[in-house]
């Protein structure tokens, strides 16, 4: 078998896009408008379902990499990196687990489920930096973003360095 099964191709780049665009909506729309702004209640309800579906498609990904046959582990050419390589996957998948629990445990302190979707009326909180789990939420998305930085440079070296076409296991395609 050459290739993964195509639910887990899809799940991995589907899970690729949305983490990507979590991250960056986080960084870059969330973090900078103010929790005064009237917006932020429909931008952070946005996130939520977005951090609620990654969390849900991660976990239906982490099972079926236990049930699914995979093709054999890539050689990186470096005894101590193929060692590494599985346990940074599920380092990937324990980073993005953690990332969704830390903002679930974020939205319940700051009492989002009854402002975001339940219409409570109350305003949100001045900021989110007084709720140690949000220090966590911020933390583990700079652990990410360097995570998926060296997925990416991994999967660079393979397909660019090394030429060994571990790009293709990835993607669509017979699985001979």
């Known amino acids: 078998m050459k290739r ?3 639910i887990m191709v899809t799940l991995h780049w589907l899970l690729a896009l949305m983490v990507i665009g979590a ?4 960084l870059f729309v969330l973090h900078e408008t103010p929790n005064s702004d009237p ?3 429909v931008l952070l309800k946005m996130h939520m379902i977005a951090g609620l579906s990654i969390l849900l498609l991660m976990l239906i990904r982490l099972v079926l990499r236990h049930t699914t046959a995979r ?3 890539a050689d990186t050419g470096f005894p101590l990196l193929n060692k590494i390589v599985t346990p940074m996957h599920y380092l990937l998948y324990i980073a993005v687990i953690v990332m969704a629990g830390s903002g679930m ?3 319940k302190a700051a009492g989002l489920p009854e402002i975001v979707f339940g219409g409570s009326g109350a305003p949100l909180p001045k ?3 007084h709720i140690a789990a949000h220090e966590v939420h911020e933390t583990m998305a700079l652990l990410l973003m360097l995570l998926i930085a060296a997925h990416i440079a991994a999967a660079l070296y393979h397909q660019f360095i090394r030429k ?3 790009f293709s296991r ?3 395609g017979s699985r001979d």
């Open 127 to 129: 900021d989110f930096h």
């Open 170 to 172: 990835m993607w669509f």
């Open 71 to 73: 093709p054999p582990a």
């Open 105 to 107: 445990a974020t939205s």
């Open 4 to 6: 993964y099964h195509p």
């Open 23 to 26: 991250l960056g909506f986080g």
């Open 39 to 41: 917006e932020k209640l």
């Open 164 to 166: 060994d076409g571990l």
